[in-house]
């Protein structure tokens, strides 16, 4: 059974084309649900709906205290689209949703994901770059929780001294959604309700960040990427084989590379290519 992929997003950033339409390609029966402004409110095959309709959003800004280097209207979106999106759950009767971010590109068929049983599904228990949400009442506990940090005299006083210690070890970084999702992923009674998608199951993961290489095979510092009659693929170094991505999250300055990414179809790809991203271009692989 399908179900609704829903983007967030200010203006019409190139980017937001190729992730949108890497979304249809892979989920055909899937609403692509935007959540954005009049800038944005021009792709055919999108719903869209207005960003500025949530009531809740605008309550949450009231209360926002601004913790981080980033910039404010930046940091208060990360963690006003959750009040967001629980407020367009409710006022479409949607009870279960794919998000993610414009800068993702999906490959999978989401609908194919056994995540159904987890209220949550995020990578890594930090992003929520990549999520499930099949609890719209977890969605609502998850906005009160991080309500109460900026509403309950101690939970405040916690907070500051979480970002204390953040920027002691991370001086440009500070309080974002990443340190909601953890402290709620670690404090929840019962965590075996939030599934991890940045494990690997059957050689298959979600991508944290493209550019986090660790265990994985780089070229230029990011993931080396294969597309393939099998999918999109990278090796594991440690594991000494080839993991399929069902997603890759260009984080950052990669984002330049997505148009790159929609122009290609893994499973035609009888001769597997990779990407170069020096030259900007598919190369053929004859010893994959």
């Not at 981080?68 to 629980?86: G, K």
């Not at 409710?90 to 414009?102: E, F, L, N, T």
């Not at 998608?197 to 290489?213: C, G, M, P, Q, R």
Request: aromatic share 14%; hydrophobic share 40%; charged share 20%.
């Amino acid at each position: 059974m399908s179900i609704p992929i829903v983007f967030m997003h200010y203006g019409d950033s190139e980017y937001l084309q190729y992730s949108l339409l890497q979304a249809k390609k892979s989920n055909k029966d899937s609403d692509i649900i935007l959540i954005g402004d009049d800038s944005n409110n021009k792709y055919s095959f999108v719903k869209h709906a207005n960003i500025n309709d949530s009531q809740s959003g605008q309550d949450f800004a009231k209360i926002y205290q601004h913790m981080s280097f980033n910039d404010y209207s930046y940091e208060l979106f990360c963690i006003q689209r959750w009040f967001m999106l629980r407020d367009f759950m409710a006022k479409h009767q949607i009870s279960r949703c794919y998000h993610q971010d414009s800068d993702v590109m999906l490959y999978e068929d989401i609908s194919m994901e056994n995540v159904a049983n987890s209220d949550f599904a995020f990578c890594g228990g930090i992003s929520g770059g990549i999520a499930f949400i099949n609890n719209f009442e977890a969605l609502d506990g998850f906005c009160k929780f991080i309500t109460a940090f900026y509403t309950v005299e101690p939970l405040t006083e916690e907070l500051k001294k979480i970002y204390q210690m953040v920027i002691k070890h991370v001086p440009d970084a500070g309080i974002s959604d990443m340190i909601f999702i953890n402290l709620y992923c670690n404090t929840r009674q019962h965590p075996e309700k939030i599934f991890d998608l940045s494990i690997i199951e059957n050689n298959a993961v979600f991508d944290l960040n493209v550019n986090l290489t660790n265990e994985y095979e780089q070229w230029h510092g990011r993931k080396k990427i294969y597309f393939t009659t099998k999918g999109v693929l990278c090796k594991n170094l440690l594991l000494n084989t080839f993991i399929k991505f069902k997603a890759l999250h260009f984080q950052g300055e990669a984002k330049m590379f997505m148009k790159y990414f929609v122009q290609k179809t893994p499973e035609e790809c009888i001769i597997p290519i990779t990407f170069d991203y020096s030259s900007c271009q598919w190369q053929e692989v004859h010893n994959l």
